[in-house]
């Protein structure tokens, strides 16, 4: 079993939905949790990170429930640039980093 | 403000050989790691310095081996090339304080023949 697992997808979703992608993970002494968005053929780059109070920007909202170690993400209103591969990446306070193998997203017109 | 930079862009060596890729991070950034990404799955961490130490390291051979030069840059070595190693070589900096808070370099192609 993969410490961190996400669901591949793909997600394929109109302009204008709404979309959640789970990301669950083994460490129970995991530290700090982020999402990052990775375009074809491109780097990663950091999109937001993951607090149990929740944290939002704009059209994006994530989450982390500890109690059942898993992380979410949000999407509201999906534009056509949304579509993307999103990582969810658990570190430990070692400074190891662990990545999913992320989620694919497409937004169709 | 030059962001994570990393040379070559694409490599193509022969199994057996030796390759060293480098990377220097976004200016006031003090860490690097290192990632390897096959086609279709994340980044696997390598490697992480910090002031000229490797502090961190995941589940990859001997084989795989880096620096960290005092302007805060570094190299990633891979000796005794496998078939297997043909990735995608991802550099990331961060501060020490918001060490997870990573910048990705626009990566390596590495192509073992």
């Known amino acids: 079993r993969k410490e961190v697992e996400q669901d591949p997808g793909p997600f394929n979703v109109p302009e204008g939905a709404t979309v959640a992608f789970n990301c669950t993970y083994s460490?129970?002494?995991?530290?700090?949790f982020f999402w990052y968005r990775q375009d074809c053929r491109k780097e990663p780059k950091l999109l937001m990170s993951v607090y149990s109070s929740g944290n939002e920007d704009g059209r994006f909202t994530a989450q982390l429930n500890r109690a059942s170690q898993y992380i979410s993400l949000l999407i509201r209103d999906s534009k056509l640039s949304d579509s993307a591969t999103y990582l969810c990446v658990v570190n430990t306070n070692a400074g190891k980093s662990t990545f999913g193998d992320g989620t694919t997203l497409t937004v169709k017109p | 403000d030059a962001g994570v930079t990393q040379s070559p862009t694409h490599l193509i060596k022969t199994r057996g050989q030796q390759v060293t890729l480098r990377c220097s991070p976004k200016s006031g950034h003090d860490t690097v790691s290192w990632y390897q990404q096959a086609l279709g799955q994340g980044p696997q961490f390598i490697f992480q310095y910090y002031e000229e130490e490797e502090r961190q390291r995941g589940n990859f051979p001997d084989r795989f081996s880096g620096h960290q030069f005092p302007n805060y840059s570094s190299e990633l070595n891979v000796n005794a090339l496998l078939l297997g190693d043909s990735a995608l070589y991802l550099c990331?900096?961060?501060?020490?304080?918001?060490?997870?808070?990573?910048?990705f370099g626009p990566g390596t192609r590495l192509t073992v023949t």
């Open positions: 460490n129970s002494a995991s530290q700090s």
């Open positions: 990331a900096s961060s501060t020490s304080g918001r060490a997870y808070e990573q910048y």
